[in-house]
C-alpha cells in the first residue's frame, strides 16, 4: 500500500497516510473470499494483469517512480498466468 501511495504521488495524486492505514486496517479484518483473480486464475482465464498492474505501473514509470515490489509481483503473476494457461489440456 505504501508503494501504491508513492506511485500515486508521483502522478500528482496525494493519498494520506491515514487512508494508507485505513486501507490496511480493512484488509487485515476482512472476511476470507475468492478476488476476482483468483477465479480467473481457477477458471484458467487470463488474469487482468495488464489493466490492475501494468497500466498503472507504466504511468508511475513515465512519472519518474519505479514501484520494484508492484513490478515484481507483475513479473511473477505473469508467469503464474502463462504456466496455468499453457498447462491447460487439449
Not at 6 to 28: D, F, I, K
Not at 67 to 79: A, N
Request: charged share 15%; proline share 7%.
Amino acid at each position: 500500500m505504501i508503494e501504491v501511495a508513492q506511485c500515486a504521488a508521483a502522478c500528482g495524486v496525494a493519498v494520506p497516510e491515514s487512508h494508507v492505514q485505513q486501507m490496511l486496517t480493512y484488509t487485515r479484518n476482512m472476511v476470507p473470499y475468492a478476488s476476482s483473480m483468483l477465479l480467473d486464475y481457477q477458471a484458467r482465464r487470463p488474469l487482468e494483469l495488464e489493466a490492475i498492474f501494468g497500466n498503472p505501473i507504466r504511468f508511475a514509470v513515465a512519472a519518474g517512480y519505479q514501484p520494484k515490489r508492484i513490478q515484481m509481483l507483475h513479473s511473477q503473476l505473469q508467469f503464474i498466468d502463462w504456466r496455468n494457461r499453457a498447462d491447460q489440456p487439449g
